[in-house]
C-alpha cells in the first residue's frame, strides 16, 4: 500500500525514501499528521464533509460486509432504479419522457434525477393553472398519502411526474435518516453504533486546537444528522443557523454570534468557550421542513428527533434539491448557506479541507476555484487523485496551494479501507493532542453515576 502527500504533483513522501529506497509507513503517517498540526493551528480553517463521511461498512463475516450508514450517491441510485417498486416508473419516463436513468447522467446520482423531474413538475404546474384561489388552497392540502392512493396507470403525466418525486424523495429520506441504526444510539453499545463513535472521535479531536483562534467551520452536503448526534453526545454546542426553544426557524444571522462565558465580573470582557463550532449543512438536512411560524422571516423549521412516520407527509421538506415552485433552489436557506461558505472561503489565510467529497458539485467547486484569485488560500483534499476524476486534474495544475493526501486503492481488494477514508483520516491523520482514555473514562463514570440516580 502507498501512501502520499502531494504538494502540487510532487510527492513529497518520495523524495524522502530512505537509502534502500523503502518507505515506512510509519515515519510517512507521521510526516502528514505533523503538515496537519500545523494546518490546525491556522487562522481560519474549515472542513467540508461530504458523502463518503457518513458511509460506513462493517464486517459480520469473513467475506461479507453491511453497510451500516448511508451509502454514498452511486450505490443508493442504482438501488432506488433497480427496485421493484420502480420499474413501471422506469419503463415510463424512458418511453415517454425520453429519460433514461441508466443513462450516464442519471445512474450514479439520485440528486441530479430529482433537480431534473423537479423542472418537469414546474413546468406543469405553470401551465395548468388553478381558476380560482379556492381550487389553488385545495390543492396545495394535498398530502404524500394521497398522492400515493391513485394508481399510476391512471395519473396524467403531470401526476405521474409528482408520484415519482415523491417516491425518490422518501427513499432518499429513509436512507438518510438511517433509523436502524441510529433511532435507539443510547441503548446500543459502542461496537454496534462505530460511525456515531468515529464522529464523535473526529470533533473530541478538533476540540484540541488552539481555543484562541477562531472557531471552526464545518460545512457539509450531507442530510443526515451524525455530526449533531455526535456533538450532542460530547456535550459540544455548535450554531447550525437556527434559533429559538420549543420551535426552531432559520436565520442566519446567528452565523455571526458565537457563545461565550464573561470572565472577570467587574468588567464586560468576554472569551469565547472552547467547545463550540459552526456547522453549515448546505444542502439541507432531513429535519429541516417548510413551515410557517409567527413573526418569522424564513419558513424553514427544524424537527427534533425526526422520524420518517412523522416526515413521509410533509410536502416540502428541505433538502437540495428542492422543488422549484417554491423558489428555494435560489433562495433561502441555500442562497444564505452558500454565502457563508463563500465568504469563509475567501477570508485571507484561509485553509479548506475537503473530505469524502468527489468534486461532483459544480456549485461549490466554483466556489472553491474563485477562493485561489486570494494567494494566501490552501486547499486540502483527503482523497485519492485519478486521470478521470476531479481530484487529478486539480492536481494537474501543479499548484503548491492544494496538498492531496490518501492512499492508493490496492488491485482487488474492494473492502480494503484506504487513508483517505474517513475513518483511517480520523484515527492516523488527524493528531490526536488530548487524553483519549481520559475523555472515555469519564464518559464511563458519568453513565455510570447515572445508573446509581436511577
Not at 97 to 125: A, C, G, R
Not at 381 to 397: D, H, Q, R, W, Y
Amino acid at each position: 500500500m502507498e501512501i502520499f502527500f502531494y504538494k502540487g504533483n510532487e510527492n513529497i513522501l518520495e523524495s524522502k525514501k530512505g537509502q534502500a529506497g523503502e518507505k515506512s509507513t510509519e515515519a510517512d503517517l507521521k510526516k502528514i499528521q505533523d503538515s496537519f498540526l500545523k494546518a490546525l493551528d491556522n487562522k481560519n480553517l474549515s472542513f467540508l464533509l461530504g458523502s463518503g463521511c457518513s458511509s460506513f461498512k462493517l464486517e459480520e463475516t469473513e467475506d461479507e460486509f453491511k453497510e451500516i450508514g448511508i451509502p454514498v450517491m452511486a450505490p443508493m441510485a442504482k438501488e432506488f432504479y433497480n427496485s421493484v417498486d420502480f420499474k413501471d416508473e422506469k419503463e415510463w419516463l424512458k418511453a415517454t419522457l425520453n429519460i433514461d436513468v441508466d443513462n450516464k447522467t442519471f445512474s450514479s446520482n439520485l440528486e441530479e434525477f430529482l433537480s431534473t423531474l423537479h423542472s418537469l413538475s414546474f413546468y406543469h404546474s405553470k401551465k395548468t393553472i388553478p381558476v380560482n384561489e379556492e381550487e389553488t388552497a385545495e390543492s396545495n392540502e394535498v398530502t404524500s398519502e394521497a398522492k400515493t392512493a391513485k394508481s399510476f396507470e391512471v395519473m396524467d403525466e403531470a401526476e405521474k411526474i409528482e408520484s415519482i418525486i415523491l417516491k425518490a424523495r422518501n427513499f432518499l429520506l429513509q436512507k438518510c435518516l438511517n433509523e436502524g441504526n441510529t433511532k435507539s444510539v443510547k441503548d446500543k453499545s459502542p461496537a454496534h453504533q462505530p460511525l456515531i463513535e468515529l464522529y464523535k472521535q473526529f470533533y473530541r479531536k478538533l476540540l484540541t486546537r488552539n481555543p484562541t483562534l477562531p472557531r471552526l467551520n464545518i460545512f457539509t452536503t450531507n442530510y443526515d444528522l451524525y455530526s449533531e448526534r455526535a456533538m450532542d453526545l460530547l456535550g459540544i454546542h455548535y450554531v447550525n443557523g437556527f434559533t429559538g426553544g420549543i420551535s426552531k426557524f432559520f436565520n442566519p444571522a446567528i452565523f455571526n454570534y458565537a457563545l461565550a462565558e464573561k470572565m472577570d465580573l467587574s468588567q464586560s470582557k468576554w472569551s469565547v468557550i472552547d467547545n463550540f463550532f459552526y456547522l453549515y449543512k448546505i444542502h439541507g438536512s432531513v429535519n429541516w421542513i417548510q413551515a410557517e411560524g409567527e413573526n418569522k422571516l424564513f419558513n424553514v423549521k427544524e424537527i427534533q428527533e425526526p422520524t420518517f412516520e412523522e416526515l413521509e407527509n410533509e410536502s416540502t421538506i428541505m433538502i437540495h434539491p428542492t422543488p422549484l415552485k417554491y423558489n428555494a433552489s435560489l433562495g433561502s436557506p441555500y442562497s444564505d448557506l452558500f454565502r457563508e461558505f463563500q465568504k469563509k472561503l475567501m477570508q485571507n489565510n484561509n485553509i479548506l479541507v475537503t473530505i469524502g467529497y468527489s468534486f461532483s458539485d459544480e456549485h461549490i467547486n466554483n466556489l472553491i476555484f474563485q477562493a485561489f484569485t486570494i494567494p494566501s488560500f490552501r486547499l486540502i483534499v483527503i482523497g485519492e487523485p485519478t486521470k478521470k476524476n476531479a481530484i487529478g486534474k486539480l492536481m494537474e495544475l501543479h499548484d503548491s496551494r492544494i496538498w492531496i493526501i490518501g492512499e492508493n486503492w490496492p488491485e482487488g481488494k474492494s473492502d480494503y479501507v484506504p487513508l483517505h477514508f474517513f475513518k483511517r483520516f480520523v484515527e492516523q491523520v488527524l493528531p490526536d493532542l488530548t487524553a483519549e482514555d481520559l475523555d472515555k473514562k469519564m464518559e464511563k463514570t458519568i453513565q455510570n453515576l447515572k445508573d446509581l440516580l436511577k
